[in-house]
């Protein structure tokens, strides 16, 4: 597959944005995705991931209870929403993808998946 993320912007501090990646090919509904952020000057960091169904969901600690992933498989579509944004939030936002058997979803670290996003800008404002 490919991906295109969109949907990054400026935002107030405790504002939020939806971000959206966008596949193409036949395959979508048999990847696992994930999103990760990168920001300046720092490593790109897990963020979440999505099974292939949608029914399994996991977040890094720092977004735990803020973000919310889902996708449409008829839209070959994930979205990442996020909810009271903060300055340490700012970054590049990337969605990736590995085709999985869907027993074998977790999956949080950046070698572990196969194609990749061009990634979005996230900036806060305080």
């Known amino acids: 597959v490919q991906l295109q993320a969109s949907g990054g912007g400026l935002v107030q501090a405790g504002g939020s944005l939806r971000l959206s990646c966008v596949a193409s090919?036949?395959?979508?509904?048999?990847?696992?995705i994930a999103w990760f952020r990168q920001a300046p000057g720092k490593d790109r960091d897990f963020v979440s991931v999505?099974?292939?169904?949608?029914?399994?969901?996991y977040y890094a600690d720092s977004v735990k209870g803020r973000f919310t992933v889902s996708r449409d498989n008829d839209r070959k579509t994930v979205y990442l929403q996020m909810n009271s944004l903060q300055s340490e939030d700012a970054a590049v936002y990337f969605c990736a993808a590995v085709s999985t058997i869907s027993s074998n979803w977790f999956k949080t670290r950046e070698e572990e998946f196969t194609c990749w996003g061009q990634g979005t800008l996230v900036t806060v404002s305080s």
């Open positions: 090919g036949r395959t979508f509904s048999r990847h696992t």
């Open positions: 999505i099974s292939r169904s949608g029914s399994n969901t």
